[in-house]
Structures are given as C-alpha cells and as structure tokens.
C-alpha cells in the first residue's frame, strides 16, 4: 500500500495542509458575519433592514464571483494535472482580467439603476430604512471589484494547493473590517456609514494583498499584470463553461432561499426568530462541508488533467468520508451545546423548542445526507460536468424544496419545521441523482483543458 500511496497528487500532509486553512476561513466568514450583525444592530433597527436588504444583493453577486472563481480554478486544475503550466498561468491571468472586467460592468449597472434597486426590488420600505439601504449601497457597490479580485486570486491559490494563503488574506479582510466597525461605530457614533466603509475598505486591502501575491513569479501560477489586456476567448468560454453553470446554480439557490423566507414570515413571529436562530447555527453545522467541498475541487481538477480516474475515485471516496467524519464532531458539538446557546439567545420557550427540534432534526441529516448531496457534485464540477449538475440541483430546489415548504409548512400544518424537512427532501432527492450519475461514469471524460 506505501508503494502505491506515493504515486498519488495530494498525500495526508498536503490535505491537511490544504483542507485546514479552508475549514478556518470559512469559520472566520461566518463569525465574522456574526459580529457584523451584532454591531450593524446598535445602529438601530432601521439599519439593520437597510444593510441586511442590501446584502442580499450583495450576497447574490459574490457567489456569482465566487462561481467564476470556480471555473477558473478547475481549468488551471487540469491544466496543472497536465503539467502544462504556461496553460494554468494563461487561465488565471484571463480569469483575473475577465472577472475584473465583468465587475467593473456590474457596479456602474448597479449605480445606473440605483433607484430602480431601491424603489422597485426593494419595494415600499420605510423611509428612514430607505436611507439606510441607499446609503449602505452606495458605499459598497463600489468594492464589487474588489470581492471579484480577492475571489478570483483566492480561487487560484486553492488551485496551487495553498490555501494558507488565502486564509491569511482573509484574516486581514476581517480584522480590517471588524475593527473599522467598532472604531466608526462606537468611536465616532458613525451611522450606516461606519458598516459601510470599513466593509469598503477591507476587500479593497484583501483585492491588493492577494493580486500582489499572485504576481509572484516564484510559484507555479503566476499572473502578467499589464494595461495591454488581449482577452482569449477560447479559454474564457473553458471558464464560463464551469462559472456559468455554477452560477446560476447559486442564484437560483439564494432566489429560493428568499422565497422560502417569504413563506416562513406567514407562521409568525416565533417562526421567523426560530428559523433565524436555526440558519445561524446551521452554517455552523455544514462549515466543514463546505470547507472540503472547496478542496474537492482543487484535488480532483488536477487529478483529471492527469487524466487519472483511479485517482479521482480514490480522492472523492477519501474526502467525502472526511466530511462524514467532520460532519459527525461538529454536529456532536453544536447538539450538546444546544441548551446553552439557546440560553444565549433568551428565546421563548415555543421559540426555543421548535429551534431545538429543527437543529437536532438537521444535525441528523447533515451526518446522514449533506456529504452525498454536496461533496460528490464538486468532483462533478471539477470533471467538467457543471452542467449535468446545475440541471440536478435546480430542478431538485424548485420541485422539492419549495413544493413540499407549502404543502408540509403550509398545507400540511407543520409550519416552520416542515420548511426545514422539505429542504431534506430536497437533500434526498440530490444524493440519489448525484450517486446515480457517478455510479454511471457519464461524468468522466469530460476534461475542459
């Protein structure tokens, strides 16, 4: 077994060394994003409407970056798997000019139609949440740029294997960002203004450190900055082949996210809080997940450039019983703590039993259900195959998903809990699809370098 080990691209050291660093960032983002609210909410209640309406957007275009991101990682994947490293260093320099490019597009359509956002997607809205909202958006819209520059370099150092890296940019981000809120906040009683600009400020610092690093010529991918930009458009379509699908595959997720709050907001009030409650913790629930489902991508990207299948079964049956294993610790966790956070919290006592209910309900299913129904699509990205997966995923949400929210929430009077098992149905429905599609092997030889 030794002598075959050591044939194989990613050894337990560089897994570790990759999957950690993954696992950290995406903790800092949701702690950070917790620490935001909290400081968001001293403000007053208007302004948290107002950002939290802008954010919305704002979240809508980062996964799209962030899926842009993806499809640049998996070509500069392959093409390392490949060792043609001139054509890895090609994709990343094209995705980095394209991305900036597309944002530079999106924030003056976001400034154009500014009162169209405001008046017309936001609909009538108090006016003191309206100058809140027109505030925040204002400041923000112009670090789009910037988040597609840190998504896209980020991205590629995950395609390195280095994303030590981008956790230490990330670090920076969110200390940037954390004590600009506090310093304009409770220093100088700053209004929206003082979320707004520190938030501004951070992706500015993390879009010039990890660009600043990436033109390195040390490592293997490396980016060419210069104002003479010749776009290729043969390796552009290769990177919206992946982003795109991807894309719309978390715009459609985010679009039924909204729609199943819609719904949530008709139980009341004691729903609304325990559904807030239950997301909160379940980004906690499914972090590692997600975490290694980033490092999925990275793995198996090289491994099919290499054109080696053995290996991208080996590492795909490996990492998603990683993700068993992490899934198990952390829902362990959150479930034995679950009496004190919900002190934390001072919830009713309806509130705090239906919350109690949802969380271990889906702590269940995250160990049973989530590495099936979120692991083993990334290998499918990685392969090439992100349209096969965009097509399963979507039809799953919309058919499943938010069906089954109306007539077991709704119809059925299970209320807010029924929302939670429609999305486990939904979960279900993926992991049957997905492992039907890998045991069929349609998925591979589909490399895009």
């Given at each position: 077994?030794?002598?075959?080990?050591?044939?194989?691209?990613?050894?337990?050291?560089?897994?570790?060394?990759?999957?950690?660093?993954?696992?950290?960032?995406?903790?800092?983002?949701?702690?950070?994003?917790?620490?935001?609210?909290?400081?968001?909410?001293?403000?007053?209640?208007?302004?948290?409407?107002?950002?939290?309406?802008?954010?919305?957007?704002?979240?809508?275009l980062?996964n799209?970056f962030?899926?842009?991101?993806?499809?640049?990682?998996?070509v500069?994947?392959?093409?390392?798997?490949?060792?043609r490293?001139?054509?890895?260093?090609?994709?990343?320099?094209?995705?980095?000019?394209f991305?900036?490019?597309c944002?530079?597009?999106?924030?003056f359509?976001?400034?154009?139609?500014?009162?169209?956002?405001?008046?017309g997607?936001?609909?009538?809205?108090?006016g003191?949440v309206?100058?809140?909202a027109?505030?925040?958006?204002?400041?923000?819209?112009?670090?789009?740029?910037?988040?597609?520059?840190?998504?896209?370099?980020?991205?590629?150092?995950?395609?390195m294997?280095?994303?030590?890296?981008?956790?230490r940019?990330?670090?920076?981000?969110?200390?940037?960002?954390?004590?600009?809120?506090?310093?304009?906040?409770?220093?100088?009683h700053?209004?929206?203004?003082?979320v707004a600009i520190?938030?501004?400020?951070?992706r500015?610092?993390?879009?010039?450190?990890?660009?600043?690093?990436l033109?390195?010529?040390?490592?293997?991918?490396?980016?060419?900055?210069?104002a003479?930009?010749?776009?290729?458009?043969?390796?552009?379509?290769?990177?919206l082949g992946?982003g795109?699908p991807?894309?719309?595959?978390?715009?459609?997720?985010?679009?039924?996210?909204?729609?199943?709050?819609?719904?949530?907001?008709?139980?009341?009030?004691?729903?609304?809080?325990?559904?807030?409650?239950?997301?909160?913790l379940?980004?906690?629930?499914?972090?590692?997940?997600m975490?290694?489902?980033?490092?999925?991508?990275?793995?198996?990207?090289?491994?099919?450039?290499?054109g080696?299948?053995?290996?991208?079964?080996?590492?795909?049956?490996?990492?998603t019983?990683?993700?068993?294993?992490?899934?198990?610790?952390?829902?362990?966790i959150?479930v034995?703590?679950?009496?004190?956070?919900?002190?934390?919290?001072?919830?009713?006592?309806?509130?705090?039993a239906?919350?109690?209910?949802i969380?271990?309900?889906?702590a269940?299913?995250?160990v049973l259900?989530?590495?099936?129904?979120f692991?083993?699509?990334?290998?499918?990205?990685?392969?090439g195959?992100a349209?096969?997966?965009?097509?399963?995923?979507?039809a799953?949400?919309?058919?499943?998903?938010?069906?089954?929210?109306?007539?077991?929430?709704?119809?059925?009077?299970?209320?807010?809990?029924?929302?939670?098992?429609?999305?486990i149905?939904?979960?279900?429905?993926?992991?049957?699809?997905?492992?039907?599609?890998?045991?069929?092997?349609?998925?591979?030889?589909?490399?895009?370098?």
């Open positions: 077994m030794k002598a075959k080990t050591k044939e194989y691209l990613f050894d337990n050291r560089a897994l570790t060394a990759l999957i950690v660093p993954l696992i950290i960032e995406q903790a800092l983002a949701v702690l950070v994003g917790m620490a935001d609210s909290i400081m968001v909410a001293s403000v007053g209640e208007a302004a948290v409407s107002g950002v939290s309406l802008v954010d919305n957007i704002m979240v809508l980062i799209v962030a899926a842009l991101g993806t499809g640049g990682a998996v500069a994947g392959q093409y390392l798997g490949q060792k490293l001139e054509g890895a260093r090609r994709a990343a320099e094209q995705l980095v000019w991305i900036t490019l944002a530079v597009a999106v924030t359509v976001i400034y154009g139609c500014k009162y169209w956002i405001l008046h997607v936001f609909g009538q809205i108090d003191d309206m100058g809140h027109d505030t925040y958006l204002m400041i923000v819209t112009a670090s789009i740029p910037f988040i597609a520059l840190y998504n896209g370099g980020a991205a590629i150092f995950r395609t294997g280095n994303s030590e890296i981008s956790m940019v990330s670090i920076v981000m969110n200390v940037v960002n954390i004590s600009g809120n506090a310093i304009l906040i409770y220093g100088f700053r209004g929206t203004e003082g520190p938030t501004l400020v951070s500015i610092t993390a879009a010039f450190l990890i660009m600043a690093l033109a390195d010529r040390k490592r293997s991918i490396w980016v060419r900055f210069s003479k930009y010749r776009p290729d458009w043969g390796m552009i379509r290769k990177i992946i795109i991807n894309g719309l595959e978390n715009s459609m997720f985010q679009l039924g996210k909204i729609i199943v709050l819609s719904l949530v907001s008709t139980f009341g009030t004691y729903a609304i809080a325990a559904n807030a409650v239950s997301n909160t379940a980004s906690f629930q499914v972090l590692p997940g975490a290694i489902t980033l490092a999925v991508t990275t793995v198996i990207a090289r491994c099919v450039g290499a080696d299948y053995r290996q991208v079964s080996y590492y795909t049956k490996k990492l019983l990683i993700t068993y294993g992490c899934m198990v610790v952390t829902n362990v959150i034995l703590a679950l009496p004190l956070i919900l002190k934390v919290y001072n919830l009713s006592d309806k509130t705090a239906v919350t109690s209910d969380v271990i309900f889906y269940v299913c995250c259900i989530w590495p099936l129904a692991t083993i699509p990334a290998t499918f990205r990685a392969s195959d349209k096969m997966c965009m097509i399963i995923s979507v799953s949400m919309w058919i499943f998903r938010i069906v089954f929210s109306y007539i077991l929430g709704k119809y059925m009077g299970m209320g807010v809990f029924g929302v939670w098992v429609a999305m149905i939904d979960w279900v429905v993926r992991a049957v699809c997905f492992l039907i599609r890998y045991r069929s092997g349609r998925w591979k030889h589909r490399a895009i370098a």
